[in-house]
Structure formats: structure tokens, C-alpha cells
């Protein structure tokens, strides 16, 4: 492998000496925002059709060059996980092992452990339990079943006096669970602090998370936790909320990605009680170029736009002759709603003429055109 660096643009050659079934890469830039950079793969065969992911969501379907060369282009930042797999039916994976099951935070909580899959086409892992035992025949499938990510061990609390149920799944890129892992119990004790309700709700652009909770001892407030893609549990703040709180708006959070968190609340000798696990994923974005308002206009209109994803964007304004007009942005843009505004003037600030003009934005690879009349 051989790299270069070229003006902001990271370039990644792999030479393949036969075809290959899969490639996992991890890509690390040195700087927190996104980067553009672009894999080029050779000898994958002639015209072959590859998925390309980021951390488990696909991103493009390409298909190789009649020579066997592979290009893809991407925005990645620290620690995303880029998966280029062939886009034909898989297998089911092989169930991971399943190491133990412990009782810990006063008989709250059960902390699970397993062994990460060595197939590169596993993802994630679901961590399923329930008071019935589907290894025994009491249920077909468990009561609660809980995407986790890449990882190898989980904390489910919130677990009230019980005997409980666990069972591992590894789940391939395209969404395929294997079969539940060897199953594991735990008798659990009572609480003191019981949190009856955890919920996350998506709304425009947060997720929205609300509790009700029951405690027979004081409660000094509340922590929030948050795991997202392949990354560990961290605190969403960094002091704990309030004790008379009961709701709080995540806003720091991507489209198409979907998030865990867990509520813990605190006793008075600093103990944690915490909840079960919540999930909640952001709906993916789509490239939009929206109406301009007003339209027709005089003096002023505003352009909206929306972004997929971080992206090189432009946005230009051409006559009817295909004669560029006007460049009303040139940058880099994040994942999300933007506007722009024009009013009416020309590359070198002269007011142009009554008629017809056409707004283009460009964003990567994809181009949007809309309509626009200006008049006097």
C-alpha cells in the first residue's frame, strides 16, 4: 500500500492480488471534521457491483471499471470504520461467545461480556433477556432486545427482582442477525431506586429524553450516558442534571445514526441506579435544493438547501444561455438545513436584467437545479 497527500484530499491505493470478498478499513484523520478521501482498489474484476459503508450505514453502491479498478470517494472523520463489501446475498454470521453474565450496582444492573466476531462482516452485536428462557422453551424469542454496536460487553439495568434471561446476537453489515448465542441468568435483587420510564424520542433535530422514576431514598440528581457507531459510553454533560429533573433535548447528534443512552441517578452516598438502555436513531438526510422564497422576486429571495452529510458545496446562479451569473457560495458545508440569499446582482455587482434564472447547487458528486424569476 502506498499513500499520497494531495491539497486536501487524502488518496488511499490497495492492490489486490486476487479478488477479494471484503475489505474493513479503519481511517484515522488527524483533525476531529471531516475529511475527503478517496479509496482505489485494482484487480477486483470487470464490472463488479461493491456496497460502500461508514460505521454499519450504507453510503454509495458503485460498481468496478471494465479494468477492475474500484474508485470511491467519502468524507470520514476519526475513527470511522469503512466497510467495501460485494453486493451479493450473505450468510447469517456464527453466534459470538458468550463469556458471562454478572450482577453488579447492588443487584441492579447485569454487566454482560462476549468475544468479538472474527468475521469481517459483522458490525455489531444485539444483546437480548427476558424473564422467560427461549433456551428452555418458555418463549420463542426474548422480551427486550437491544442493538449495542461493536462491542464486546454491555450493562443492562433497571432490572427489578427477578430471574433474567441473556443471549448474544452478531449482526452482519447488511443487517443479518445470526442465531442467539448460548444463554446466560441472573437472579436479580430489588432496588431501592426503581426508574420506571426511560424513553428516547426523535423530534426535527434532537433526540428528546424523558424519565418518571420511583425511590425509597433521596436522589441527588442524574447523569446521562451516551454510546453512539463504534464509539465506548461517555457522559453527555459534564455536571449531573438537576434532582427535579425529568427530560433533556440531546442535541449534539448526526442524521442516519442511531444512538443508545442510559440514565443514572444518584443516591446519596454517590451510588449509581441506572435505567435501562434507550435507542433512538436520527432518520437520514437526503440532498434537497428547495424552492427560493419569495418567487418572483424584486430585490432579495432566499435559497434553502439541504446537506446528507458533510460536503464541498457550491452554489451558483446561471441565465437561460447556461452563462454563469453569480457564485453565492463556495465551501464546506456540514450535515444539515443552510440558506443562502441573492439579490440580483451580477459576478461584478451590477444588477441584473428581468427574466429567468437558474439556481444550481452542487454538493460532491450531485447537482440540483431550481428555477427562479426575477422581475422590476
Same mark, same amino acid.
Given at each position: 500500500?502506498?499513500? %499520497? ?24 484523520? /488527524? ?30 453502491? +458503485? ?17 470511522? /470504520?469503512?466497510?467495501?463489501?460485494? !453486493? ?37 452485536? @444485539? %444483546? ?6 427461549? +433456551? ?15 462491542? !464486546? ?28 448465542? @448460548? +444463554? ?9 431506586? &426503581? ?12 433526540? /428528546? ?27 453527555? &454533560? ?7 429533573? *425529568? ?5 449534539? %447528534? /448526526? ?56 460536503? =464541498?458545496?457550491?452554489?451558483? %446562479? ?18 444539515? *438545513?443552510? +440558506?443562502?440569499?441573492?439579490?440580483? =446582482?451580477?459576478?461584478?455587482? !451590477?444588477?441584473?436584467?428581468?427574466? @429567468? ?15 427562479? &424569476?426575477?422581475?422590476?
Amino acid at each position: 500500500m502506498r499513500r %499520497v497527500i494531495r491539497r486536501g484530499l487524502r488518496t488511499r491505493f490497495f492492490t489486490a492480488g486476487a479478488v477479494a470478498s471484503l475489505f474493513a478499513l479503519s481511517y484515522a484523520p /488527524r483533525d476531529l471534521y471531516a475529511t475527503p478521501i478517496v479509496f482505489r482498489i485494482f484487480n477486483l474484476g470487470e464490472t463488479t457491483a461493491y456496497v460502500v459503508q461508514r460505521n454499519a450505514q450504507t453510503v454509495d453502491t +458503485e460498481s468496478t471499471t471494465q479494468h477492475g479498478v474500484f474508485d470511491e470517494r467519502i468524507d470520514a472523520v476519526r475513527g470511522d /470504520r469503512i466497510i467495501l463489501s460485494p !453486493n451479493e446475498d450473505l450468510a447469517p454470521p456464527v453466534p459470538p461467545i458468550f463469556n458471562s453474565a454478572v450482577a453488579w450496582n447492588g443487584g441492579e444492573c447485569a454487566r454482560l461480556s462476549w468475544t468479538p466476531s472474527g468475521d469481517l462482516t459483522v458490525t455489531g452485536y @444485539i %444483546v437480548s433477556y427476558g424473564v422467560f428462557s427461549v +433456551e428452555r422453551g418458555q418463549a420463542k424469542e426474548y422480551q427486550y432486545s437491544i442493538e449495542v454496536g461493536p462491542i !464486546n460487553s454491555y450493562d443492562v439495568c433497571a432490572l427489578a427482582g427477578n430471574t433474567y434471561y441473556f443471549s448474544v446476537q452478531a449482526v452482519n453489515y447488511v443487517g443479518q442477525p445470526s442465531a442467539y448465542s @448460548i +444463554e446466560r441468568s441472573i437472579e436479580m435483587t430489588t432496588a431501592a431506586v &426503581l426508574i420506571s420510564r426511560f424513553d428516547a424520542r426523535i423530534t426535527r433535530d434532537a433526540v /428528546r429524553l424523558s424519565w418518571d422514576i420511583e425511590a425509597d431514598e433521596a436522589i441527588l440528581g442524574y447523569r446521562l450516558y451516551r454510546r453512539g457507531p463504534g464509539s465506548t459510553e461517555r457522559m453527555l &454533560l459534564d455536571a449531573p442534571l438537576p434532582a427535579t429533573a *425529568r427530560s433533556y433535548a440531546d442535541t449534539d %447528534v /448526526r442524521s442516519g445514526t442511531a444512538y443508545t443512552y442510559t440514565l443514572a441517578a444518584i443516591g446519596e452516598d454517590g451510588s449509581e441506579f441506572r435505567s435501562a438502555p434507550a435507542t433512538a436513531t436520527m432518520p437520514a438526510l437526503a440532498l434537497a435544493l428547495e424552492p427560493n422564497t419569495p418567487n418572483p422576486f424584486r430585490n432579495q429571495t432566499r435559497i434553502p438547501f439541504t446537506l446528507a452529510q458533510t460536503v =464541498h458545496v457550491t452554489v451558483r %446562479v446561471y441565465d437561460v444561455r447556461g452563462a454563469l451569473v453569480a457564485t453565492l457560495f463556495d465551501g464546506t458545508l456540514g450535515e444539515g *438545513r443552510h +440558506e443562502v440569499g441573492w439579490g440580483g =446582482h451580477d459576478l461584478k455587482g !451590477n444588477l441584473a436584467s428581468s427574466g @429567468i434564472y437558474f439556481c444550481a447547487l452542487s454538493a460532491g458528486k450531485h447537482l440540483r437545479t431550481q428555477k427562479m &424569476l426575477l422581475v422590476k
